[in-house]
């Protein structure tokens, strides 16, 4: 499992993707406020175009745990420590990011 993000202003800085520690709306989202749970995979975005984080197994294990509704999907947080900002488009962009799941019985 993967997930797919496409960056228009490359970065030389880590991030981190995790698990959001606690349900959330768009109305009262902030980056001060966000609660992170579980790292679940991390990117350098040092190029422009599309980019993927491939999950860890914490990461494998939420997707199975969202599918089978033993928790709450309360999605994902892109966090880094990095005063290289970078890009990425939006779900209102024209490549809104994508979780990729492979399945193979």
Do not use: H, M
Not at 20 to 35: C, F, I, P
Not at 55 to 72: E, F, M
């Amino acid at each position: 499992a993967q997930v797919k993000l496409q960056v228009s202003d490359r970065s030389t800085g880590t991030y981190d993707l995790y698990r959001a520690g606690a349900a959330w709306t768009e109305a009262n989202a902030s980056y001060s406020g966000v609660s992170l749970g579980t790292k679940i995979g991390s990117i350098v975005p040092s190029a422009t175009g599309a980019q993927s984080i491939a999950l860890n197994a914490a990461g494998l294990q939420l997707v199975k745990d969202w599918a089978s509704g033993a928790v709450a999907n309360d999605g994902v947080v892109l966090s880094s420590t990095s005063s290289d900002g970078v890009d990425w488009s939006s779900r209102e962009g024209a490549n809104a990011p994508q979780l990729i799941l492979t399945y193979t019985p």
